[in-house]
């Protein structure tokens, strides 16, 4: 009995010792994957298995969703690599959870679109030159009938109208909020607040405004499900425009303009952010002609129309655009 | 529905035509898992058999504690592991935050419990006259030990793979802690979750196919292994 119980016991550790050799294989195999690969290497980022070529520092950066989402990083990511010599690790989320990222000092660089909140996070020393590369505009997308009416009103106007008309129906009128601290959540804030209203309020105010706490992407989808209108960057509903049945209903007004930035990580304030010089050749990279002729033309073949406007020759005049140094002037 | 048919398509042709993007993906996925449930599995399994063949006082409180973390929210560990590996956090300097190793430590917290809890009942549910087999039979206290861990295995390895599909199929801690980011840290789950905020039904789909493939031939094989012997 005894004797059985020892060869029982060996015969089940063949098994155990062929799975961790397996495992060790593939360990072996894959261990590289937690180490940078080659920058020089342009497949990479179209993904050979697990490149190896130790040592190549990376480069983290945050980036709002709606630059994400439109694929135009997967088109630069490669670029700057090559250009760097780094490997850029791009994690994208809302304004809200980027600056957060940056406060906690687990980024490089940010590349985000709330200037109020972005002016809080240079004031507080988390944050220095920014610049800004590339803007565009708002629009309100609703239901093809549009049961509110606000076709063809400015921002403000439109805002109080689907206000109004939630209130009294809503089951005819609904009101999708990215409601996640993003940069476009904040933009609507602000419009809430143009239309004379206080957000609070709005919040509050019935089952017709929509809390969503989600990706602009995943948000134009739940609008077009529920027939509902929507404040959308006009990158990410072009984007959407065929997968989408929303139509857009207001695309003029003052509060519609849209600029994206991008800052460094201020090393005095955030001991562990050792990139700046990176920092730094990213945000000069943005504003190169190589990058703003990509931002001009991103889109055009697929769209009919480029997604983002870049700002060196992209005519922002409007009230609110940046100023020509802030989109010129190298940092250093 | 006719998305369901264009995945299924899609899935088939991503896998034949070596898709390198869902090759790597995939690969990465399993590496992450496999992983997880490899270290898991050295400080679970042990102590699920130290639990199970010891008896103390508030043994059931401890097996009662085990068994509520079954239910731990995998956003939740993805919160707890982030503030602790942040740059800011006690463990910042490590640098492992939007690492592959990140979403491995968050994944090894959250299927400890499961491969313990599971572990006692899987040597909980050998008959008892096993061990007084062997201990009459003249085998001393260990060997009697390994008679039920042996006659145990099965379980032990269902509780194996169901920590793997755990692993494996948990989207939380990987977007929090790994960032998904391409050719890093971008696994199956995070890209599915991705390509369905982008709109991408039909490919979101063709990944979980995947995925579901990948647990299969996982499964398959550690059964294959183990009626063999």
Redesign the interface.
Known sequence: ??TL??N??H??S??II??CLL?GV??AG?AP??TP?AATDNT???????PITPGTP?F?IATT?SLY?TGLW?YL?PMFEKKANV?L????AGTGAALEYG????VDALVVHDPEAEAQFIADGYGINKRSFAFNHFLIAGPVGDPAGIKGLTPEQAFKKIYDAGIADPSKVKFISRGDNSGTHSKEKLIWQAAGLKYADVEKSGPWYVEAG??M??C??MASEQGAYILADISTFLA?KG??NVAPLVEKGDLFLNVYDVIAINPDK?K?AKMLPTANTFINWLMSDDVQNIIATYGVAEYGKPLFNPLKGGGCTEPGCPKLEDYTVPVK | MQEIWQALVQAVNLIVTLDPEVIQISLRSLYVSASSILIAALFCVPIGGLIHFHDFRGKRVVINVIQTFYSLPTVVVGLLVFLFISRSGPLGGLELLFTPAAIIIGQVILIMPVLTGMTIGALSGVDKSIRDTALSSGASNTQAMQAILFEARFAVVGALILGFGRAISEVGAALMLGGNIRGYTRVLTTAISLETQRGDIVLSLALGIILIGIAMVVSVITNILLQRY
């Not at chain 1, 406060?103 to 687990?106: E, F, N, P, V, W």
């Open positions: 009995m005894k119980f020892v029982r016991i015969r089940v063949i098994p062929i799975t495992v593939m360990l894959c994957a937690a690969p990479s980022a179209q993904g050979t298995a697990f990376r983290k969703t989402d997967n990511e490997r690790d791009i994690v994208y406060r906690r000092g687990d989600k990706g992407g995943p134009l989808l959407y997968k989408v955030i562990t």
